[in-house]
């Protein structure tokens, strides 16, 4: 069957939507009740440096299985692979012994819409740094509570100062967020924003491909 040029562009349009970082698909999410995070725009910041804020309600839910619902008190951070010192970090240490750090960063998803959000987390890099990270290292991988997982070139990390953030617009992350973690990596593509971050693993193996990537994403999520 002959398909006509329209047809076509409508085809890549569809497989695009579908195969997307951002895709939403309802019947993999559970019901929802999204008054956890409606509830925080009383308090949320939506100025910053005289720049309009987007707001935490002004995300999309494109998660693999719904919102995780992670108990603070038994989550442990775990850093591992090529490294010295693995750890295990619980998630008052990460924090209250690391240095914060704050920065205002645009999330823009394949599906087009975008968000600007004031960011608060820990570097990347100090955890790795604690961890002593192997000279034979260049890539890092990070794994999430729902299966999902990406990985990322090491020196984009440290050189960019890439935050795993725990708060944004002056908010801990709310579940829906992401809590205890998620991962703001800056000119990226949102498939590489990961959520509910459970596992850093330190690699040598560039190959490695994540959920989105191992279906014909980019492996650097360069926009």
Not at 74 to 100: C, D, F, M, Q, T
Not at 156 to 167: C, K, N, P
Request: proline share 6%; glycine share 6%; net charge negative.
């Amino acid at each position: 069957m002959r398909m006509n040029p329209s047809g076509i562009i409508a085809l890549i349009l569809i497989l695009t939507t579908l195969l997307s970082g951002c895709v939403f698909n309802p019947e993999l999410l559970p019901e929802r009740d999204d008054a956890n995070v409606t509830a925080l725009t009383s308090v949320e910041i939506r100025e910053y440096q005289g720049e309009r804020l987007s707001s935490i309600t002004d995300f999309r839910e494109n998660s693999l299985e719904g919102p995780q619902y992670i108990n603070q008190s038994a989550y442990l951070l775990e850093i591992n692979g090529l490294v010295s010192h693995p750890l295990l970090l619980p998630y008052e240490k990460v924090i209250r012994e690391y240095p914060p750090f704050q920065k205002k960063v645009t999330l823009f998803c394949v599906e087009g819409w975008e968000v600007t959000i004031l960011w608060e987390g820990v570097r990347v890099k100090d955890l790795l740094n604690e961890a002593g990270v192997n000279p034979a290292a260049h890539t890092v991988i990070f794994y999430a509570a729902d299966g999902y997982s990406t990985s990322l070139p090491l020196d984009y990390i440290e050189d960019r100062d890439i935050l795993l953030a725990y708060s944004m617009n002056g908010v801990t992350l709310p579940a829906e967020r992401g809590f205890p973690f998620q991962l703001v990596a800056e000119d990226r593509w949102g498939y590489k924003w990961i959520k509910w971050v459970t596992r850093i693993e330190v690699s040598d193996d560039p190959s490695y491909r994540g959920y989105w990537e191992k279906r014909g994403f980019s492996q650097s999520g360069e926009r």
